[in-house]
């Protein structure tokens, strides 16, 4: 399964930006990840294709994410952005139960105060 994510980019505090990812095959669910410099990668969202969310407490009230079952594509709405957001955004693939075995390029996310 190959990932391709997109829509980082450079904002500023309280703005929004959606990010998305398209798997080329379907798993189980697909998830964001994060890293910032100097930090170890973090869990952010995670979606099931059955139906059922997951979030980060650092991003519940605030990030949304979604799927298109058509599409094969998973979305992260983020809304009020904070510069402890800034960091590069990983989509993830995976069975569920057991992890996740594919992992996108990355994109950069820049909140700027």
């Known amino acids: 399964v190959q990932l391709q994510a997109s829509g980082g980019g450079l904002v500023q505090a309280g703005g929004s930006l959606r990010l998305s990812c398209t798997a080329s095959g379907r798993t189980g669910r697909l998830g964001w990840f994060r890293q910032a410099p100097g930090k170890e990668r973090e869990f952010v969202s995670s979606i099931w294709w059955s139906g059922g969310t997951v979030y980060a407490e650092s991003v519940k009230g605030r990030f949304t994410i979604s799927g298109d079952n058509a599409k094969n594509t998973v979305y992260l709405q983020m809304n009020s952005l904070k510069p402890e957001d800034t960091a590069v955004y990983y989509c993830?693939?995976?069975?569920?139960?057991?992890?996740?075995?594919?992992w996108g390029q990355g994109t950069q996310v820049t909140v700027s105060s």
């Open positions: 993830a693939a995976g069975y569920v139960g057991s992890g996740w075995q594919y």
